[in-house]
C-alpha cells in the first residue's frame, strides 16, 4: 500500500492505489458527485440570473410601466389622431416620390470622411410630403412640408436624412411630440385643436413654446420648390484626421424667377401640382449646406456642398 499525501475524508476502501496510471484520484470523482440539494440550488440560481435579464429587457420595452411611450404606442397615437389608414405612413402620409443624383464638390470630406462626402454624383431617392397623417388631406400653406433623401452609394450602402420647412422642431423630446400630437387633435365642430388642451400642453412643454415663437419669424413660402428645409437631427462628423464635429442640414433651392405657386383655390393638391409643373420645366436643383458646431467650442460656421438634383420623374 502507498501512503496518501492528502487529508481527504473519504475512507480508505482498501483497495490498492493504481501506481502508474495516469487517473485523477477517486477524491475529485467524489467532491464532483452532485447532490439533489446542490442540483436544485443551481438550477434555482440559473432561473434567478434568467428572471432578471427578462425582467430587464421587460422593462426596458414599457412591459412592466404600462404608461411608458413605446414606438408602438407612439404609432397608435398618430392612429387616434388621424385614423387608420392602411398602406400609408402614419405620419406624412401625404407626399410625392421623384428620382435624382447628388453631386459632391468634395468640400465635405475636410468636415466628414464618410463616402457621401466624396466628390462624384451619386443616385438620389427623394420624397415631398406634408405632414399628418391624412392621405387625402388637402394642401395649406402653413402644413409642415417634408423633404426625404437617400444616397445611394456605390458600396451599396445608403445615407440618408430627413428635413421639414422649420428652422426649428417644436419638440425636444419624443413625449413631448407624442404630448403635443394628442394636444393638437382636431375638435369636430370646429376642425381645430382643443385650446383649453394645447394651452395646458404648452404650459408643461415651454421649450415648445419658446420654438414656435422662433417658427412665427419664417413664414413657409408659397411653395415646395422655393422652400428651405432644415434637417431633424444634428449628426457627430468625423474626418480623416480625428476631428469630431456636430452638422445640421439645410437645403437651400437655387431657382429664382420661378411661376408663382397658386393659392389652396387652384385645388386640393394644388402644391404638389406646382411642384410637378416646377420639375417638368427643367429639374429643381438646391444648395446643401451643413452648418456645424466645433465640439469643444461655441464657434460656428457653414460649409457650402454643391449639390445638383435633377428630378426625371415623379411618382405618387
Known sequence: MQ???DSSDQPDS?????????????RWL?????????????????????????????YAGGWLRPDALTPSRFADGFEQVYGRH?????????GLSAT?????????????????????????????SLSGGLPDQPDKPDTVRGLALAF????????????????????????????????????PATSQPDPQKMEAFLVRHPETAEAMKIIKQSPPSPGFSDSTFHGLNAFH???????????RWTAVPLQTGQPGVPGA????????DALIRAVGGGGWMFSCAAAFWCVHSDQTAGLAFTVVVQWMSAVS
Open 14 to 26: 482498501g483497495m490498492p492505489d493504481n501506481q502508474g496510471v495516469d487517473h485523477p484520484p477517486d
Open 100 to 128: 435624382g443624383s447628388f453631386a459632391s464638390n468634395g468640400a465635405g470630406a475636410a468636415v466628414c470622411k464618410a463616402a457621401v462626402f466624396s466628390a462624384g454624383t451619386v443616385p438620389v431617392i427623394g420624397r415631398f
Open 237 to 247: 462628423a468625423t474626418n480623416d484626421k480625428g476631428v469630431t464635429v456636430a452638422i
Open 152 to 187: 445611394l452609394l456605390p458600396n451599396g450602402q445608403q445615407w440618408r436624412t430627413a428635413m421639414i420647412n422649420l428652422p426649428v422642431f417644436p419638440d425636444s423630446t419624443p413625449e413631448g411630440f407624442y404630448e403635443r400630437l394628442l394636444a393638437s387633435k382636431p375638435l
Open 30 to 58: 467524489n467532491k464532483a458527485t452532485l447532490t439533489r440539494r446542490g442540483a436544485l440550488i443551481g438550477m434555482a440560481a440559473v432561473a434567478g440570473v434568467a428572471a432578471v435579464d427578462v425582467g430587464a429587457f421587460a
Open 3 to 5: 501512503p496518501r499525501d
Open 265 to 272: 383655390s387652384a385645388g386640393r393638391d394644388y402644391l404638389f
Open 86 to 94: 392602411d398602406g400609408f405612413r402614419r405620419n406624412h402620409a401625404k
